[in-house]
C-alpha cells in the first residue's frame, strides 16, 4: 500500500508563489511516476504536471508551462510543485498521485495511488 500526503495549499494572492509538496511511504519511491493533479469546483478533474521516476522527463499542461516546476527528490521520497504567478483560475484542490513504472503519464486513469489533496485558493 501506498501512501501519499500533500501539504502546502493556502490562500494566496494572484501573481504569489506557492510551493507544495507530497510525502510517499510505503513503496520504493524511485520506481514510481508522479503526478500534480487538480480539480476546481464544478470542474473535471485536471493535469498539471508530470515527471518521471529518474526527472529525466516532465510534462505539464499548456496553461501552467513557464510558472509551475515540478521536482521531486527521490532520497527524500518526496515531490514538489513550485507554483508562481498564480491566477485565480489556478483555485483547486491539488492531488500529488503515483504510478508503478518508470514513465509517467497525463491520464489520471494511469495513476494508482492518490492523496488527499490540499487546497489552493487564488484571490484576484
Known amino acids: 500500500q501506498v501512501q501519499l500526503v500533500e501539504s502546502g495549499g493556502r490562500l494566496v494572492q494572484a501573481g504569489d508563489s506557492l510551493r507544495l509538496s507530497c510525502a510517499a511511504s510505503?513503496?520504493?519511491?524511485?520506481?514510481?511516476?508522479m503526478a500534480w493533479f487538480r480539480q476546481a469546483p464544478g470542474k473535471e478533474g485536471e493535469f498539471v504536471a508530470a515527471?518521471?521516476?529518474?526527472?529525466?522527463?516532465?510534462s505539464y499542461t499548456d496553461s501552467v508551462k513557464g510558472r509551475f516546476t515540478i521536482s521531486r527528490d527521490n532520497a527524500k521520497n518526496t515531490v514538489a510543485l513550485q507554483m508562481n504567478s498564480l491566477k485565480p483560475e489556478d483555485t483547486a484542490v491539488y492531488y500529488c498521485?503515483?504510478?508503478?513504472?518508470?514513465?509517467?503519464?497525463?491520464?489520471?486513469?494511469?495513476?494508482?495511488?492518490w492523496g488527499q489533496g490540499t487546497q489552493v485558493t487564488v484571490s484576484s
Open positions: 498521485a503515483a504510478r508503478p513504472g518508470f514513465r509517467m503519464a497525463v491520464a489520471p486513469g494511469g495513476y494508482d495511488y
Open positions: 515527471i518521471s521516476w529518474s526527472g529525466g522527463s516532465i
Open positions: 510505503g513503496h520504493t519511491f524511485i520506481s514510481y511516476a
